[in-house]
């Protein structure tokens, strides 16, 4: 039996492990629920394999990410940055609150949002100085005062001094907006984006 329960519990060790590489966000409720375990066995476990927290993961990828930054200050970033790979992708995540919502609602205003969003494709590109050149955008669905919002980007095309951004933002599960970024160098921002329309195509 004992031998059973150490089996069991090497298995339970080596899915945490890998659910936290997954998805670093995941908190000790969501991997409790994976695991079919109480959110106190996710806490000793975590423990047993020197496992930070949420907060401290949090903490750890923020300075990470800080550190690659090129194109912005992380003051100018709506939204805290937790994962930079330049000109590759990156995440972030808005913790909102009743500042950002619709007066008299629980709606987060659109414009913070598109913030978010924005921001972030200037951010994972690796030039000294960029600006969103042009956009095309769609919101899904409403955000809601308390949501955490993470927001996702991926470089595609890059010429010249342009790049591609699309960048998608979640609501936990829910897909609340999606966008494709043209992101110019400062000193190459004239003109639009027809040169990637073709290629492109619309926001999927």
């Known amino acids: 039996m004992d031998k059973k329960r150490s089996q069991a519990k090497q298995k ?8 936290i590489d997954a998805d670093p966000l995941m ?6 629920r994976e695991l079919g375990v109480s959110v106190g066995t996710v806490r000793l476990d975590r423990e047993a394999l020197v496992l930070p927290g949420l907060k401290e993961r949090t903490r750890l ?5 800080g550190s690659r930054l ?17 000109n590759r992708r990156a995440l972030s995540v808005f913790s909102t609150n009743r500042e950002y919502a619709f007066r008299h609602t629980n709606l987060i205003a659109d414009h913070y949002i598109y913030a978010q969003a924005a921001t972030l494709a200037i951010a994972v590109v690796r030039e000294a100085l960029a600006v969103v050149s042009a956009a095309r955008v769609q919101f899904s669905r409403s955000a809601f005062v308390g949501e955490k919002l993470a ?3 991926r470089v595609g095309t890059h010429k010249d001094d342009k790049y591609v951004v699309s ?29 990637f329309a073709g290629q492109e195509g619309g926001i999927r």
């Open 12 to 19: 339970r060790h080596k899915r945490l492990i890998a659910l």
């Open 27 to 32: 908190s000790d409720n969501r991997l409790a």
């Open 61 to 65: 990828m923020a300075e990470r990410a």
């Open 70 to 86: 090129v194109s912005m200050r992380q003051d100018e970033v709506m939204g805290e940055i937790l994962e930079l790979e330049p």
């Open 151 to 153: 927001a996702s980007a």
């Open 167 to 195: 960048v998608h933002t979640r609501a936990g599960e829910r897909e609340v907006f999606v966008a494709r970024f043209v992101v110019a160098a400062v000193g190459n921002i004239s003109g639009d984006a027809s040169s």
